[in-house]
């Protein structure tokens, strides 16, 4: 992509250099249609999610003795699906461009969501187990997520350069914590008061607008590139020399799986433990914890913004070791509470919050400084590859630590692993400091 001039900074390409300040406005119009595809977006793959244990509950009737494991197996399963797609759609972006893939995923996901709620249906008619028709249809729904949640980050890199970089990801942060906040302070409510089919369907009806938006609004920056296989060796001469993608592709094996753990496992932990800490139903349980993530939510929200300015101040490494320390802290201090329901549970999920908007944010503002721009698809594609194979290893111990040691359990040995980590970012610090290089988006090609 051409360097942006300042008139039209951050989205010109050499073609929108001749356009008027009618071209430049329409420009403004499709930034702001991307903010607004990114909440669509995490409101779909939040919804989901969060929805997912009270429906096995209510639904299926899984019982508590094997919730953690159903639910963080059925999570391993998409991932694992994800996990084969990711790299490959990152690749295929730069090949064919962004917009089509989230076109595309987001009218799976709607398809697959509005078949959901007759997954029971559908296994009597087919004569199988209804929970292998509820499998099915989440892969489907999460094939579609993938095709379309790594292309809103690759589109903000190419919207952007290394000088504004921080201020658009934190506006594309705030969007996704927007979504994440709205399903579970709001969206989730409707569980309890509408029913999970209406959940269900309105999940299909905000990717379905998803779909319409990014067609109607979106339009492709990069030039695509033209080459006939996957570009390995370009990826992997990035990770040998450049020790800041290094970091960032560590720290996304925990920075996306996190609010996963959180979603998954608080609710899990509401909704299975109501009936021996409270009188409260199983869905009056999630509404609950819909609240406590919804709050957790806020925090993400009103942080990120702080975030890409500190980023701004301090430099990239630096924040990203004061995110990974809070979150450590913040997933370590759950283990001290006893009873979800008790409102000391928000201490912790502060701290989450905090750490959690710049953990968000940091890697993949990293990782976009240092991604040439022809192969910025193909290096988000294995940056979101590291960060399936995260998920997977921490959702698949976390169900087992959930269901053999307790609730608690999962959170803890995430914020183990944060603090480990922090502890890279140091070393990555020292050696910066060492070198002179600077991590405030100056010389970031020798990092």
């Known amino acids: 992509m051409a360097s942006p001039s300042p008139k039209f900074s951050p ?26 595809v990114v909440a669509l977006g995490m409101i779909f793959l939040t919804l989901v999610v969060a929805v997912q244990p009270l429906y096995l509950s209510v639904v299926h009737g899984l019982a508590r003795d094997n919730a953690g494991f ?8 998409t991932e694992l699906v994800d996990l084969v797609l990711v790299g490959y759609l990152g690749y295929v972006s730069d090949r064919v461009g962004r917009v089509p893939l989230l076109v595309y995923g987001f009218l799976l996901s709607g398809i697959t969501a509005l078949i959901a709620p007759f997954d029971l249906s559908i296994a009597a008619f087919l004569g199988v187990n209804s929970l292998v028709v509820f499998y099915v249809v989440r892969v489907l729904m999460s094939v579609g997520g993938t095709m379309v949640w790594p292309q809103v980050a690759t589109l903000s890199g190419d919207y952007s350069n290394v000088e ?6 934190a506006n594309v942060g705030f969007m996704m914590a927007f979504g994440v906040t709205l399903v579970y302070a709001v969206l989730m409510q409707f569980a309890e008061r509408a029913g999970l089919t209406v959940t269900m369907w309105l999940a299909a009806l905000i990717a379905l607008a998803g779909a319409w938006l990014s067609r109607r609004m979106l339009v492709e920056t990069a030039q695509p ?3 006939i296989s996957f570009p390995f060796q370009d990826v992997w001469e990035l990770v040998k020399h450049k020790r800041g993608i290094r970091l960032s592709f560590l720290s996304a094996l925990t920075s ?25 139903t199983h869905a009056q349980a999630a509404s609950r ?32 070791a004061i995110g990974l320390f809070l979150s450590a802290l913040g997933f370590a201090a759950m283990g ?53 194979f995260g998920v997977i290893f921490f959702l698949q111990v976390g169900g087992i630590l959930f269901d053999w040691i307790g609730p608690t359990a999962p959170f803890i040995f995430t914020g183990v692993v944060n603090l480990l980590l922090f502890g890279y970012a140091l070393a ?11 991590s405030r988006g100056e010389g970031l090609s020798s990092v």
């Open 164 to 169: 504004d970089r921080p201020r658009q990801l």
């Open 289 to 320: 914890a819909g609240l406590v993530i919804g709050l957790l939510g806020v925090v993400v929200l009103v942080s990120i913004p702080v975030w890409g300015w500190l980023t701004i101040r301090i430099g990239r490494v630096p924040a990203m």
């Open 256 to 280: 996306r799986n996190d609010m996963v753990i959180v979603g998954l496992f608080l609710m899990t932990w509401f909704i299975y433990f109501a009936d021996l800490v409270t009188e409260t």
């Open 11 to 36: 989205f010109q390409t050499a073609e929108s250099r001749e356009q008027s300040a009618e071209g430049e406005l329409l420009l403004k119009h499709q930034h702001n249609a991307l903010y607004l």
């Open 225 to 227: 590139r033209e080459q």
């Open 70 to 77: 159903v639910n963080a197996n059925i999570q391993v399963i």
């Open 428 to 438: 990555v610090m020292k050696l910066d400091a060492d070198e002179g290089v600077s």
């Open 336 to 388: 001290l509470v006893f009873n979800p329901f008790s409102w000391w549970i928000l201490v912790p999920v502060f701290l989450i919050g905090v750490g959690q908007a710049g953990c968000i944010l940091l890697p993949q503002t990293l990782v976009l400084d240092l991604a040439p721009d022809g192969i910025r698809g193909s290096v988000l594609g294995v940056f979101n590859t590291v960060g399936c």
